[in-house]
């Protein structure tokens, strides 16, 4: 194949079977296919957890192969080893099996056999871990943008920037992904005008952490939101940052720029320099 073939070759189309939610094998399938430069299209199919399914996920891979004129790529985490084989003997496409690919090598090397649970999200109702994320995400939604100030002593994280620079994302990704109460606060006009920290994040100074990011980045994204108003202006956009930062480094406060960082570089860098007691995993 020459690089000119290779050059104008359509994107592909990835699978992602699973006889759970789909959810692992995708976020897998992401990381390894975040390593190349190709926007190709995602199709979850979960819970084909019958070999009736298989052989309707087989003919739903294949057709998409023959109208697309090459392999699609299948990312699965099946454990049924008969489903498994429906797909594996009867896909037009590249197969990444990640049970077998990496779980049974483990089983052989540490000498025990895994549980083989579908999804990570079996037994919910028995796991702590769980209740402790949806805790978790209620306080962060409760503490969102400074809505409310008491049970600050039970956050974990106490975010702090201007209006939309990363807070709200960021304190969820938190909840969710690590089960840790994120609140955060707006760093308003006002503030600055007086010259003064919140009030109420001020007796939690250890758990406090400030985004910030570029002025013409967050006019970008004002405007989305107010076009053509004051709030989005990028005279007024520099005039928050610049007081923020101000006000950030005066108090002692740790921060990044989210400019140019996806959320979950942001999450890792707030969980390795506030580092919360209770972690969940």
Known sequence: M???????????TVFFVSDGTGITAETFGNAILAQFEIQPRHVRLPFVDTVDKAHQAVRQINHTADLEGRRPIVFTTLVN?????VIRNGCKALLLDMFGTFVNPL??????????????????????????????????LSHDDGQLSRDLDKADV???????????PTSL???????????????????FERQQFPSAAQPYRKKVFGLSILPERLSEVRNERRPNSRYASLENCRYEVSQAEAMMRREGIRWLSTTTKSIEEIATTILQEVKPERLTY
Do not use: C, W
């Open 2 to 12: 020459t690089s000119f073939q290779k050059d104008f070759m359509p994107n592909p």
């Open 81 to 85: 080893e008969d489903v498994l084989g």
């Open 107 to 140: 089983e052989a090397e540490l000498g025990i056999t895994s549980n083989h649970r579908i999804g990570r999200f079996s037994d919910v109702s028995k796991s702590q871990a769980y209740h402790d994320r949806i805790e978790a995400i209620n306080f962060s």
């Open 158 to 168: 106490i975010l702090v920037g201007v209006s939309r620079s990363g807070k709200t």
């Open 173 to 191: 990704y938190l909840a969710m992904q690590y089960g840790i109460k994120a609140a955060n606060y707006p760093l308003i006009p006002e503030d």
